[in-house]
């Protein structure tokens, strides 16, 4: 049992270190490295069909980047997060979209500003934030740990960029 625990952790380190590279070339304003290889990552359309104009995200007065988010037809409230691995789903946030949290399989180990939590897989069938939409999103559902849904690489890096500016957070999509 404790080589399996142990695979898990290192796979979690792995993607850690992965998404550190993914959000410094993202902030350089560098395409994220996955574009060519999935090109039906970015996804981001108006009704018209056609792709959308970047999208921003006003800085909150606390220094940090809030938006509500279309997640499969639910409004959550993110804290954008350039430093987490995915986006993570606080239990109250996934019972709110109907999921049901009590029978997720909490196989994964995550380390949260609050300590070690587990962690439940899971696929967002799409999540839009101010235009910009990505189907088909990784997502974590956390046990424990979080005060606020965080709005993660695995959205982001999806994107053909991001950029912090002083007074917002652009996404390219």
Request: hydrophobic share 50%; no cysteine; aromatic share 6%.
């Amino acid at each position: 049992m404790m080589g399996v625990e142990m695979v898990k952790f290192a796979m979690f380190a792995m993607m850690a270190a992965l998404s550190a590279v993914g959000a410094a070339q993202a902030l350089n304003g560098l395409e994220h490295a996955q574009r060519n290889a999935a090109p039906q990552a970015a996804v981001a359309v108006v009704d018209g069909g056609q792709p959308s104009a970047p999208a921003s995200i006003s800085k909150a007065a606390d220094g940090h980047y809030w938006t509500q988010a279309d997640v499969d037809g639910h409004a959550v409230t993110f804290l954008v997060d350039t430093g987490a691995t995915a986006v993570a789903l606080t239990p109250d946030d996934a019972r709110r979209m109907g999921i049901d949290v009590a029978s997720l399989d909490y196989a994964y180990k995550v380390a949260t500003a609050n300590g070690e939590a587990r962690a439940a897989k899971i696929t967002l069938a799409n999540v839009t934030v101010a235009g910009a939409r990505v189907n088909d999103v990784e997502a974590y559902v956390l046990d424990h740990g979080l005060s606020t849904s965080l709005l993660g690489m695995t959205y982001l890096g999806r994107l053909s960029a991001f950029e912090a500016t002083p007074t917002s957070m652009i996404l390219r999509p």
